[in-house]
């Protein structure tokens, strides 16, 4: 069966930091991916999605970019952190159905 | 392009009671899929059900089931003797199958408390 993992779960990181949240997925093979950001009391942010090993599609210009180095492996990373950076970060995959799974998240708190 | 529309921030149910979530779209495209996903406490979004748009039949999941009204852009979730741990925020969303992304467009949320 497959699985999807993203750490760490919770992060409290300085304005002006870096950050990199990972993710990845066991048990499928050339999944398209996904970055959602969800801000406190709203609904879900498509952030970036790469259906391929180094193809990276932006759909919010930001602060933020995404990488993917292996074909199950989904980075999202920032040089320079902002407090609107804040929010609650969800991975997730599709397969060959139309479905997407998500991961359990990371709480990413910028102070 | 697709919206998903969801009027109703909370809701409220009685234990073993009946509800039902509204949700409407709008598309322009013939091939598309929705979904009802669950975020309980934890954050984490689970997917209740989903529903092909190509399909007459709604879409049954254990107590969980829809009304998917096509012409009428409709799509609600009915939870049936509901339990303490359907207590959740509720997300309606649609994929456009002809898109290369897949995106998926989520509604604001309806968020469920469920009365002991």
């Known amino acids: 069966s497959q699985t999807i993992h993203q750490w760490p779960a919770t992060l409290v990181q300085p304005v002006g930091s870096p950050l990199s949240l990972e993710c990845t997925v066991e048990g499928t093979s050339n999944p398209n991916l996904y970055w959602y950001r969800q801000a406190a009391g709203r609904g879900l942010q498509l952030l970036f999605y790469s259906v391929g090993i180094g193809q990276i599609s932006s759909e919010v210009p930001q602060n933020l970019s995404a990488s993917r180095p292996q074909d199950r492996q989904f980075i999202l990373s920032s040089k320079k952190l902002l407090l609107s950076d804040s929010g609650f970060y969800l991975c997730?995959?599709?397969?060959?159905?139309?479905?997407?799974?998500f991961g359990p998240g990371t709480r990413l708190l910028v102070l | 392009a697709q919206t998903v529309t969801q009027s109703q921030p909370e809701m409220s149910v009685q234990e073993a009671e009946t509800v039902t979530l509204s949700c409407t779209y709008d598309t322009s495209e013939s091939d598309y899929y929705l979904f009802w996903y669950k975020q309980p406490p934890s954050r984490q979004m689970i997917l209740v059900i989903r529903q092909e748009a190509y399909k007459q039949q709604n879409a049954t999941e254990n107590r969980f089931s829809v009304n998917f009204q096509k012409a009428a852009k409709s799509f609600s979730l009915k939870i049936s003797d509901s339990q303490l741990g359907d207590a959740a925020m509720y997300f309606c969303a649609g994929v456009y199958s002809g898109a290369g992304s897949y995106q998926l467009t989520f509604g604001k949320g309806t968020k469920l408390s469920v009365i002991p």
């Open positions: 997730a995959w599709k397969g060959s159905t139309e479905t997407q799974y």
